[in-house]
């Protein structure tokens, strides 16, 4: 991709992104693939899949271990990766970035690091009723072991956090506040900002699941002030099985190692191991360095288009899909928060959505179905699962209107 085809002060043009996606122009039981699975995966752009292959197949080396000159490549390339990040999250420096697998493991070093180490019996963490499993269990099992209490913010029917019962739970108990920035399972976008400012009030750091967001909007973690801010890469149009955990410096280098091994240590004997400095410390052994190249080919191209032009078209597209999908006979959405984005999940009458999902793939249209690793949510909203349809910036009208005619055919087979 160059930066003249994407130009910022061009139309943003769908038809130009989806050519740089090769998934997209594929084939299922022979129609054309309309992917709207986003929120679980996205597609990858060519430069992406350059980038891997390149790695792979002219410098695959290990980093940081040797001085030969395929080595020192991949070593700068693997660095690169973590200042494109830097910049893409707006961080105050690489040290900042810490390389995991994915937003969940992310998730599990700060409950595991700083979690351990400030949490004790009788305090609390808060989370919301919106939470992926991600952000559910590492707290629950953090809880169970220290003997404190999980406080969950509850949601009203729109799928919006009831702020007023947030405020009234904080406290000096409280040690952290996770919370999700955007619902994969209701595609709520929560006030992340505000929500910081109210714990930070009470001097109580805070974790922003920014999984679902990281891919959608421009992600500004200073200006948002988070204290720990996670995604996966793989939904940034990335590579699976890379993550990254943004913390602020001061509290990364206050927390202690959760992983021994090679390359987070400065120096190691029998009697006595030295740390390394950040963001060595917490990554321990060879890492995904293919996977933090790709990365980082993902932000160049994500860059190239413009993050702001991507949100700005899928904001057309969402408003374009709710009048769409909410004039399908039988419909009704689940999540219908006024700050949303990107996300439709819905139940069509009795009809199962496995039985939705595997009919609506019979016709090209992947869509995922089921619980999406957030149970509490399908229990609030007394639904047993649901059929998401998600977006992203290579999705168009017209895979919209393929959804709502394929929503219409199942219904009338099953209904």
């Known amino acids: 991709m160059s930066d003249v085809k994407h130009a910022h002060n061009l139309a943003y043009d769908v038809e130009l992104i989806r050519a740089d996606f090769p998934l997209l122009h594929t084939s299922v039981h022979g129609k054309p693939l309309v992917y709207l699975d986003n929120a679980n995966t996205t597609q990858k752009p060519r430069k992406v899949i350059d980038a891997l292959m390149e790695y792979y197949t002219t410098y695959n080396s290990n980093i940081h271990r040797a001085s030969y000159s395929i080595a020192e490549r991949s070593t ?25 697998r994915n937003a969940t493991e992310g998730i599990n070093l700060v409950a595991q690091s700083y979690g351990r180490t400030n949490v004790g019996e009788g305090d609390e963490i808060i989370i919301s009723a919106m939470e992926h499993h991600a952000n559910i269990v590492p707290w629950q099992m953090l809880c169970e072991e220290k003997g404190a209490v999980l406080k969950v913010i509850p949601v009203n029917d729109d799928g919006e956090l009831l702020m007023e019962e947030y405020e009234k739970m904080l406290s000096e108990r409280t040690k952290l506040v996770g919370i999700v920035h955007m619902s994969n399972a209701l595609g709520t976008v929560n006030p992340v900002e505000e929500i910081i400012r109210l714990a930070h009030a009470h001097g109580v750091p805070v974790l922003v699941d920014g999984a679902q967001s990281a891919y959608h909007k421009v992600i500004d973690v200073q200006k948002m002030d988070c204290d720990f801010f996670v995604f996966s890469g793989h939904k940034l149009y990335g590579p699976t099985g890379i993550g990254v955990l943004y913390g602020k410096r001061e509290l990364l280098e206050q927390m202690p190692p959760w992983m021994g091994g090679g390359d987070m240590i400065a120096s190691v004997t029998f009697e006595k191991t030295i740390y390394n400095e950040l963001p060595n410390k917490f990554e321990a052994g060879t890492p995904h360095i293919a996977g933090s190249i790709g990365l980082g080919a993902a932000i160049d191209y994500l860059n190239g288009v413009g993050m702001d032009r991507i949100a700005a078209y899928e904001h057309e597209l969402m408003e374009y899909g709710k009048q769409v999908l909410t004039a399908v006979p039988g419909l009704r959405m689940i999540g219908t928060a006024k700050e949303k984005a990107s996300v439709f999940s819905f139940v069509i009458k009795d009809i199962h959505a496995l039985d939705l999902g595997t009919l609506l793939d019979t016709q090209g249209i992947a869509i995922r179905t089921g619980q999406h690793c957030a149970h509490p949510v399908m229990k609030r909203f007394g639904v047993e699962a649901t059929g998401r349809a998600s977006l992203a910036c290579y999705n ?8 709502a005619r394929g929503l219409v055919r199942v219904s009338e087979i099953l209904g």
Do not use: S
Not at 78 to 95: H, P, S, T, Y
Not at 396 to 403: F, G, M, Q, S, V
């Open 76 to 100: 700068h390339e693997f660095e690169q990766g973590r200042a494109k990040v830097k910049g893409f999250l707006n961080a105050r420096g690489v040290e900042e970035i810490i390389f995991v």
């Open 396 to 403: 168009t009208k017209e895979e919209i209107d393929a959804l």
